[in-house]
């Protein structure tokens, strides 16, 4: 039976009703409406039924989208990104079509409806993988893959379908993310911005502390804060700015320490005070402790060794 959508005058609800009958009864709230003088124009109409067809494409999509996202996550670099992204587009083309489809022809009024249950079937399908995961410091990892995967794939894929729609369904999933999983901070971002952005410096203080301490370039301390880095302060509101902020003076920091009598001394102190908790702190799955502590270190070292550039 095909349908058209129309909308009561008297409670101004919007429903579907068959285009072959001259008037139904509303819903909402009984009274009679004549189709032909109540019938939404073409252009302003949405397909509701298409609608549901694509959402329902959509989520039985959800955990084909998110095959082999822990390959992709491994292989993700700057000078990789480029073709790893559009391999993922073209590998899912139907199903971010499906996405556009669902959108384009959702009303305003079901549109959070509609964006709650996208974002749920990504939380859905992460929970169960999870759930399988026994082991403390294995679930962490397991998160900080979907994190970025969720970042570096899923959201920039959905933002390049190019409308207020998508952008907005894309900081839903953000919402709801940070909701399901303790201290998950995504933000949806471009694929231009984060390849824009992309950043693969040495983190520089901890590099510093681990050399002078003779504990390797290679240790687990500067493996996990890099690690934390990239795969999670890096995906946070203004987990970027941070960075970007940190790198601008971590330099001069380094070489100023190295210019005092006793660098292993502050070295130390670092450690002990800083890189060690932080560390601690990431093996327990406690990202926003770490965060804060790493923060509380840059600012002790700007304002020891930086006070006089804001003079």
């Not at 009984?30 to 067809?53: A, P, Q, S």
């Amino acid at each position: 039976m095909e349908t058209i959508l129309i909308k009561c005058p008297h409670c101004k609800e919007q429903m579907q009703a068959p285009k072959e009958r001259e008037s139904v009864i509303c819903m909402f709230c009984g009274e009679t409406i004549l189709l032909d003088e109540n019938r939404i124009k073409t252009e302003d109409t949405c397909d509701m039924g298409k609608c549901y067809e694509h959402l329902n494409n959509v989520l039985c999509g959800v955990e084909q989208a998110c095959e082999g996202y822990r390959a992709k996550v491994r292989e993700f670099k700057r000078d990789t990104y480029y073709s790893l992204f559009e391999n993922y587009k073209a590998e899912n083309y139907g199903f971010f079509i499906s996405i556009k489809n669902c959108l384009a022809n959702a009303s305003d009024d079901i549109l959070e409806g509609v964006y709650h249950q996208i974002a749920n079937a990504f939380i859905k399908n992460t929970e169960t993988e999870l759930d399988c995961v026994k082991k403390k410091n294995d679930k962490f990892s397991v998160q900080m893959d979907r994190n970025m995967f969720m970042v570096t794939f899923v959201l920039p894929a959905i933002k390049e379908i190019g409308n207020k729609k998508a952008d907005a369904l894309a900081d839903a999933i953000c919402s709801e993310w940070h909701s399901s999983f303790k201290d998950s901070n995504i933000q949806a971002s471009s694929y231009q911005s984060i390849s824009d952005g992309f950043k693969r410096k040495l983190c520089y203080v901890t590099t510093a502390v681990c050399q002078n301490l003779n504990m390797g370039d290679d240790c687990e301390e500067l493996r996990l804060i890099k690690d934390f880095r990239d795969h999670y302060l890096a995906l946070t509101e203004n987990g970027r700015s941070l960075i970007d902020e940190y790198y601008d003076i971590a330099p001069t920091i380094v070489k100023r320490i190295s210019r005092e009598d006793d660098p292993e001394a502050k070295y130390i102190w670092l450690y002990q005070n800083y890189i060690k908790p932080c560390v601690e702190f990431i093996k327990c799955g406690a990202q926003e402790n770490c965060k804060t502590t790493y923060c509380e270190m840059v600012e002790a070292l700007r304002e020891e060794y930086m006070r006089d550039e804001h003079k």
